[in-house]
Nanobody
């Protein structure tokens, strides 16, 4: 079980920006990692992912607005999600996820991932 800890959520007005962070063990350096979200009454959906080779995938709804990135530190790995031009449709609980493979067949598909953080809430208002 990999411990993932998200931070950076909050409330922001439409058009604003937020950056989410996910702290992970450095052992996840070659893992598939991703950001997912779940709004009330909706299924969890993939937002942005990065495979073990550093290749990224984005949901169509966030392309051009969100950017996933990763920084390897001495003892940890940090996964970020920079979110710009936020809309009320982006309101959701955001989760960091990991799976111990370099490549997944469907990286934006939540069941592909074994390990999940507790989530951080993002609320966008008009």
């Amino acid at each position: 079980q990999v411990q993932l800890v998200e931070s950076g959520g909050g409330s922001v007005q439409a058009g604003g920006s937020l950056r989410l962070s996910c702290a992970a063990p450095r052992s996840t350096i070659g893992y598939c990692l991703g950001w997912f979200r779940q709004a009330p009454g909706k299924e969890r959906e993939g937002v942005a992912t990065m495979d073990g080779y550093g290749r990224t995938r984005y949901a169509d709804s966030v392309k051009g607005r969100f950017t996933i990135s990763k920084v390897n530190a001495k003892n940890s790995l940090y996964l970020y999600l920079q979110m710009n031009s936020l809309t009320i449709e982006d309101t959701a609980m955001y989760y960091c996820a990991a799976d111990r493979v370099f490549v997944l067949d469907s990286p934006l598909h939540p069941p592909e991932y074994n390990d999940w953080g507790q989530g951080t809430q993002v609320t966008v208002s008009t």
